[in-house]
Nanobody, 124 residues
Framework: QVQLVESGGGLVQAGDSLRLSCAAS????????MGWFRQAPGKEREFVAA????????YYGDSVKGRFTISRDKAMNTVYLQMNSLKPEDTAVYYC?????????????????WGQGTQVTVSS
């Protein structure tokens, strides 16, 4: 069992940066791939970024490539999402998720556990 708690969301202006954190509990956290998704009002949940269990491989959605960076700290059982050059279209609730494998790393069905989400609002 893995429990996930996101933090770090807030209201920022376009061009600003923000770092989201996802604290995980559970002894097997280090064996899970971790991902971030986001969902804007009226839209489907969208893949943002993911990282494999070792941290050696990362994956990004096209809309955030070059602006967002995912990382993990196994000692702290935490995954981070550094978001730079934020745009109003990045406004959404951001969810952290854990996956036993990377088979469907960019798809919702590939994840076994989800956090409750943290709101990110980017004003123009």
């Amino acid at each position: 069992q893995v429990q996930l708690v996101e933090s770090g969301g807030g209201l920022v202006q376009a061009g600003d940066s923000l770092r989201l954190s996802c604290a995980a509990s559970g002894r097997t956290f280090s064996t899970y791939a971790m991902g971030w998704f986001r969902q804007a009002p009226g839209k489907e949940r969208e893949f943002v970024a993911a990282i494999n269990w070792s941290g050696g491989s990362t994956y990004y959605g096209d809309s955030v490539k070059g602006r967002f960076t995912i990382s993990r700290d196994k000692a702290m059982n935490t995954v981070y999402l550094q978001m730079n050059s934020l745009k109003p279209e990045d406004t959404a609730v951001y969810y952290c998720a854990a996956a036993r494998s990377t088979t469907f790393i960019s798809r919702i069905l590939g994840y076994d556990y989800w956090g409750q989400g943290t709101q990110v609002t980017v004003s123009s």
